[in-house]
Nanobody, 116 residues
Framework: QVQLVESGGGTVQYGGSLRLSCAGS????????MRWYRQAPGKERELVAA????????NYADSVKGRFAISRDNVKNTVYLQMNSLKPEDTAVYYC?????????WGQGTQVTVSS
């Protein structure tokens, strides 16, 4: 059974930091590109950051460049999202996604709330 379990969400003040984690099981973790998405109330889910299977390449949404950093540890089967200089507009449910051309899996999401 495939599981992606996010953790690390919470409430933080403007300018604060959080680190999200997503632990995968039931998959060959290193075979998957890992992505973080987010969805704010009333908005579509958007891609925040992605990292290739061995971490050789990353990319970010323009809105988070320079503030967020994605990384992964294939020994621990975990992907991280370090979020700094958080803004109220970063408030959303953050989802982990494991992706290949053949299949994809989602976590259940973790809430991030940034207060002004």
């Amino acid at each position: 059974q495939v599981q992606l379990v996010e953790s690390g969400g919470g409430t933080v003040q403007y300018g604060g930091s959080l680190r999200l984690s997503c632990a995968g099981s039931g998959i060959t973790f290193s075979s998957y590109t890992m992505r973080w998405y987010r969805q704010a109330p009333g908005k579509e889910r958007e891609l925040v950051a992605a990292i290739t299977n061995f971490g050789g390449s990353t990319n970010y949404a323009d809105s988070v460049k320079g503030r967020f950093a994605i990384s992964r540890d294939n020994v621990k089967n975990t992907v991280y999202l370090q979020m700094n200089s958080l803004k109220p507009e970063d408030t959303a449910v953050y989802y982990c996604n494991a992706y290949t051309l053949r299949r994809g899996y989602w976590g259940q999401g973790t809430q991030v709330t940034v207060s002004s």
